[in-house]
Nanobody, 128 residues
Framework: QVQLVESGGGLVQAGGSLRLSCVAP????????MGWFRQAPGKEREFVAS????????KYADSVKGRFAISRDNAKNLVLLQMNFLRPEDTAVYYCAATRAQYSNTYTPQNLLEYDVWGQGTQVTVSS
């Protein structure tokens, strides 16, 4: 079963930074858009950021725009989410996702229903 593996979560103080990583052992997603989503306790999973398979285009939720940055290295089968100026409301489990559908090199899906491969998630906790 194809899985994605996230890492890099942890506990950080408000205003701090974390960098999340996502890899796909044994399979390449170099032609797949990738996304990050998060889910806080008692809330629905929500979109955070996505990047086209080429890396040319990216999209962000308004709540993280200007603070988070998504990037990818297709040669390493790696997607990163750099999170700066973290806030307590960023506390959540963060999930990496991929879609096996074929899209243009600028398409950046934001709807979780467009993704069909998910990781197990990594916990991010921001203390005030």
């Amino acid at each position: 079963q194809v899985q994605l593996v996230e890492s890099g979560g942890g506990l950080v103080q408000a205003g701090g930074s974390l960098r999340l990583s996502c890899v796909a052992p044994g399979r390449t997603f170099s032609r797949s858009p990738m996304g990050w989503f998060r889910q806080a306790p008692g809330k629905e999973r929500e979109f955070v950021a996505s990047i086209s398979w080429s890396g040319i285009s990216s999209k962000y939720a308004d709540s993280v725009k200007g603070r988070f940055a998504i990037s990818r290295d297709n040669a390493k089968n790696l997607v990163l989410l750099q999170m700066n100026f973290l806030r307590p409301e960023d506390t959540a489990v963060y999930y990496c996702a991929a879609t096996r559908a074929q899209y243009s090199n600028t398409y950046t899906p934001q709807n979780l229903l467009e993704y069909d491969v998910w990781g197990q998630g990594t916990q991010v906790t921001v203390s005030s």
